[in-house]
């Protein structure tokens, strides 16, 4: 697909590194009018500098968000073409150890934010006459692994925002899709890591052994998973969801995501209990 004509503008979210670095830096390039946005003011001066648009957005934070969203159409005359919803972050875990709070502040950043944010562009897509919304799930949108309770109840819930959201701006011109990448080369799990040790209790858990196994293994070998492709793979299903007359409502990326997309619709339930804990 060739590059378009004309600027369109697009705000993404979680750009300080991995695929909200890569889609902002490869959108850009193609001749999008990119809004890079991201939690930490340093950030922000990193992407500034690589000669990006870039505004602070704190998807915990409704002041934050309204605050962008208000720079952003000011700057673009009340126009936005499309909003790359990207900005999340995983907690590890199994549902027994996780804390109310821990559960609360996952869906704050996953679902909460992406929830205010496009409710408030989407008048402006109205208004406009069209719009594109494109959500980065996940395979763990569809599947759910054991010890991702947290990630796995985020995503599944994107999942159903997008889909009820799809149905309703049908007729609209304003497009919804999802991305649903597998394992893709970012600091995606170091952060999960980080979480992970911060609000998990190892020691009291009956999953203490597992949890040791876990962290040694990705202390030794590093997080690299078979199939990991690089953020580039997702801004090739991005683009595509931007320029496509009929953007798709799924995107998969990667090979486990192919993989288990297609099992799931032949083997049972039990079944796939049983292939998803081998992994």
């Known amino acids: 697909m060739s590059a378009i004509s004309g600027t369109r503008s697009v705000l993404i979210t979680g750009c300080s590194s991995g695929i909200g670095l890569c889609t902002a830096r490869g959108l850009a390039a193609r001749g999008y009018r990119v809004f890079a946005?991201?939690?930490?003011?340093?950030?922000?001066?990193?992407l500034n500098g690589m000669g990006?648009?870039?505004?602070?957005?704190?998807?915990?934070d409704s002041d934050s968000i309204r605050a962008c969203v208000n720079e952003i159409l000011e700057r673009s005359g009340n126009e936005l073409?499309?909003?790359?919803?990207?900005?999340?972050?995983?907690?590890?875990?199994a549902v027994e150890d996780l804390r109310r709070d821990v559960l609360r502040a996952q869906f704050e950043t996953n679902v909460f934010g992406w929830l205010e944010l496009t409710n408030l562009v989407i008048p402006v897509m109205r208004k406009q006459g069209y719009g594109r919304i494109i959500q980065n799930s996940s395979i763990l949108g569809f599947m759910a692994l054991p010890l991702?309770?947290?990630y796995n109840a985020s995503?599944?819930?994107?999942?159903?925002?997008?889909?009820?959201?799809?149905?309703?701006?049908?007729?609209?011109?304003?497009?919804?899709?999802?991305?649903?990448?597998?394992?893709?080369?970012?600091?995606?799990?170091?952060n999960a890591v980080k979480h992970f040790l911060?609000?998990?209790?190892?020691?009291?858990?009956?999953?203490?052994e597992q949890y040791q196994k876990t962290l040694q293994r990705l202390q030794t070998r590093g997080a690299v998973i078979p199939f990991t492709l690089p953020p580039e793979?997702?801004?090739?299903?991005?683009?595509?969801?931007?320029?496509?007359r009929r953007p798709k409502p799924r995107y998969y990326v990667t090979f486990p995501t192919y993989l288990f997309g297609t099992l799931r619709r032949f083997l049972s339930t039990r079944a796939m209990d049983w292939l998803q804990r081998k992994i």
């Open 37 to 46: 946005t991201a939690r930490q003011p340093q950030d922000v001066d990193k």
């Open 52 to 60: 990006l648009e870039s505004l602070l957005l704190d998807l915990d």
């Open 81 to 93: 073409y499309a909003l790359f919803n990207n900005g999340a972050y995983g907690q590890s875990g």
């Open 148 to 150: 991702r309770g947290a």
């Open 155 to 190: 995503k599944f819930a994107i999942e159903g925002l997008s889909d009820t959201l799809r149905q309703e701006l049908h007729g609209s011109n304003i497009h919804v899709s999802l991305i649903e990448p597998g394992p893709i080369r970012s600091r995606f799990r170091a």
């Open 198 to 208: 911060e609000n998990i209790d190892i020691e009291a858990s009956p999953f203490r």
């Open 233 to 244: 793979a997702v801004l090739k299903k991005v683009i595509h969801a931007l320029e496509s």
